[in-house]
């Protein structure tokens, strides 16, 4: 046990940039790192990202394994599987911190079982218990309505981060860090599934996990018609539109818009969800929005233990008395 | 085709938030006042392997890890169309995490003997955790797909589209191979009539420990890796402010001064 040291973040890229996902792992991955007093390394995984590793040493990386192959361009589960399972036995981290992402969620429990260890998936806390030194690793389960502290006794101890929880270290220029590069020793053979295609769904205009105001629809607002409305005020705020799931299901809405727990996390100054009950699943998407304003016809509707700002009655008749104030608001 | 399509009996998900209760001597839960449920990413890798069946014929077994797994709902895939119901219930395969309850689903896979495409829920609406699906494939040692939304089946392949934060992917696996199920796949199918009275007739088979060639100290509480050192509700202060008025008209207007005031926009 005494073999596996430091903390070692899985960072994310994007073409030759780090995600911010990626800086906020670092930044986790830093303060456990200084309560261990032991080092923060990161692992970039890709193709031709030279131009990552001095990033990640920006972003508090003391040294940098990089995996660089025309194989890994994209994230293939195998793939990616072998090359981390060959990079973590050799640098024999305690802590391996990745995102809770569309890579995260598959790569993190194959490579943690592969490693004969334990994953825990979407924390929004992690810290050093003073007394063992193992990492308590906090995550939402019951859908967000309860939260559990897990520890492991096995090695490297494995976690995937929520989203927007854990905060970025400052990018500092002057950092010095190393960057080791490691063959990824991969054959064609090796991956059995493969990604023959990739579509992409945006929708247009910003997008809800960049928006500053986000104003979300549920269930209660009954069709594509109604969502119309919700575009309205959104366009009137610079901001986006989002939906609960049942909108999503219904194809109302497309599912890239979703809020929540297997949607998307966001944390927008505004968020305002009109006929949406705060199901705790949808609640975990977007309770770390600065102000939420509820519109429910409901007034014991769960949105309203959450929000700051509320009117409890029919968005059909609210909503276009509230878009017009608000359009006089803006004009004058 | 033979397809292993694996849920599990949970507190029900759907149920108020005010009903959630938290046993904190043992650390559990419960929805106070509401019977347990199908795990409901369950109920979606169920949809998805009838919708296999109905294009490609074969047969969907159901298997499910648990104890005082209620026939209601664990009969409920039944009802709506699968074939045969496996039950591993025993005190010791419970308080599992994913790696105990994995290995043991494994196991009865193994004993199974046949299949092309193990079926798991992208996450379970407990755990929230998404692993079951991918440690399952790791003991096997067959590949795995996970966020399914769309399975097609052709020559001794798989062909998903995987679900992704922008849209999805498209993914070709070959057989057999582990595919985790999400809501995108398509409303589960209600249980018809017919199909009620079908479930009634199907005796599910109950293997315990040993009927799997399993070690006790390998499974549910006894296997785990994950310790649980504490359960908890997190507290949200609720002091919503209520905006006043007679008419629509009103309420609205107060809640734009109410928000510009907080210079919320
Ligand atoms: C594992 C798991 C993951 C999940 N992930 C997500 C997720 O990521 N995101 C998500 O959103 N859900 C998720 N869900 C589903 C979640 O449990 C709820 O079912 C869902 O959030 C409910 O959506 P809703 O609030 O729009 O609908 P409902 O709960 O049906 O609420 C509709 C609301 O609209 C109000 N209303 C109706 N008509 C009007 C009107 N005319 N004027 C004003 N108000 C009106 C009603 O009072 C009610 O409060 C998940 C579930 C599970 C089990
Ligand atoms: N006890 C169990 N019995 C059968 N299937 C299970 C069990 N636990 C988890 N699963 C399957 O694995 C999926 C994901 O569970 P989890 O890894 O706990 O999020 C579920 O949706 C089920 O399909």
């Given at each position: 046990m005494a073999d596996y040291r430091g903390i070692a973040v899985f960072c994310e890229i994007k073409g030759d940039k780090l995600l911010p996902i990626a800086a906020e792992g670092l930044g986790a991955g830093r303060r456990l790192a200084d309560a261990l007093g032991q080092d923060l390394s990161a692992i970039v995984v890709g193709s031709n990202i030279a131009g990552v590793a001095p990033q990640a040493i920006m972003y508090g990386a003391s040294k940098v394994y990089a995996v660089d192959d025309p194989l890994l361009k994209y994230y293939q589960a195998d793939a990616y599987v072998n090359v981390m399972e060959k990079v973590v036995k050799q640098i024999m981290p305690a802590v391996i911190i990745m995102g809770q992402t569309d890579i995260g969620r598959d790569l993190a429990p194959r490579l943690a079982f592969r490693l004969g260890t334990a994953v825990t998936m979407d924390c929004v806390d992690l810290a050093i218990d003073p007394e063992s030194k193992r990492l308590l690793q906090t995550k939402p389960v019951y859908g967000g309505n309860a939260h559990a502290v897990f520890t492991t006794d096995t090695n490297p101890q494995m976690v995937t981060i929520r989203t927007k929880a854990m905060v970025a270290t400052v990018p500092d220029s002057l950092r010095k860090g190393e960057v080791v590069n490691i063959p990824?020793?991969?054959?064609?053979?090796?991956?059995?599934?493969?990604?023959i295609n990739r579509v992409l769904e945006e929708v247009a205009g910003i997008k809800i996990e960049d928006a500053q105001v986000v104003v979300s629809g549920g269930r209660?607002?009954?069709g594509t018609e109604g969502f119309k409305q919700l575009e309205e005020l959104a366009k009137l705020l610079k901001g986006a539109v989002g939906a609960s799931r049942p909108p999503c299901d219904n194809g109302w809405?497309?599912?890239?818009?979703q809020v929540g727990l297997t949607g998307k996390i966001i944390a927008p100054e505004l968020y305002i969800a009109i006929a949406i009950s705060g199901s705790s699943q949808h609640m975990s998407g977007c309770s770390g929005s600065k102000t939420i304003v509820a519109i429910n016809?409901?007034?014991?509707?769960?949105i309203f233990r959450y929000a700051r700002f509320g009117v409890v009655g029919d968005w059909k008749k609210v909503l276009p008395a509230f878009t017009a104030k608000i359009k006089e608001m803006l004009a004058s | 085709m033979n397809i292993i399509v694996c849920v599990k009996q949970v507190i029900?998900?759907?149920?108020?938030?005010?009903?959630f209760k938290i046993d904190a001597a043992n650390n559990k839960a419960e929805m106070k006042g509401a019977p347990p449920v199908l795990d409901p990413y369950g109920e979606y890798a169920v949809e998805a392997s009838l919708k296999i069946k109905e294009a490609k014929g074969g047969k969907v077994t159901v298997l499910s890890l648990g104890s005082g797994l209620m026939r209601e709902v664990v009969k409920k895939p039944l009802a709506m169309g699968a074939d045969a119901l496996v039950l591993l219930e025993d005190e010791a395969f419970t308080a599992g995490d994913s790696w105990s309850t994995a290995g043991a689903l494994a196991a009865a896979v193994k004993k199974i003997g046949q299949y092309d495409l193990i079926l798991c829920g992208?996450?379970?609406?407990?755990?929230?955790?998404?692993?079951t699906g991918p440690a399952i494939a790791e003991v096997l040692g067959v590949p795995c797909v996970t966020l399914a939304r769309k399975i097609e089946i052709a020559d001794g392949k798989a062909k998903i589209e995987r679900v992704t934060s922008g849209g999805y992917d498209i993914v070709e696996v070959p057989l057999p191979a582990v595919v985790t199920v999400s809501n995108e796949i398509g409303e589960p199918r209600y249980p018809t009539i017919k199909g009620i009275m079908a479930a009634k007739k199907i005796e599910p088979v109950v293997w315990k420990p040993a009927d799997i060639g399993i070690d006790t100290s390998k499974i549910g509480a006894a296997g785990r890796r994950l310790k649980i050192s504490r359960l908890f509700q997190p507290i949200h202060e609720g002091k919503c402010e209520l905006a006043a008025g007679e008419t629509p008209e009103e309420l609205a207007a107060n809640l734009a001064l109410k928000l510009r005031e907080a210079k919320a926009f």
């Open positions: 990824a020793g991969l054959q064609a053979a090796d991956i059995r599934t493969k990604v209660g607002i009954g809405m497309p599912d890239t818009v016809k409901d007034k014991e509707a769960n | 029900d998900p759907e149920a108020p938030p005010s009903s992208r996450e379970a609406s407990d755990t929230n955790a998404g692993q």
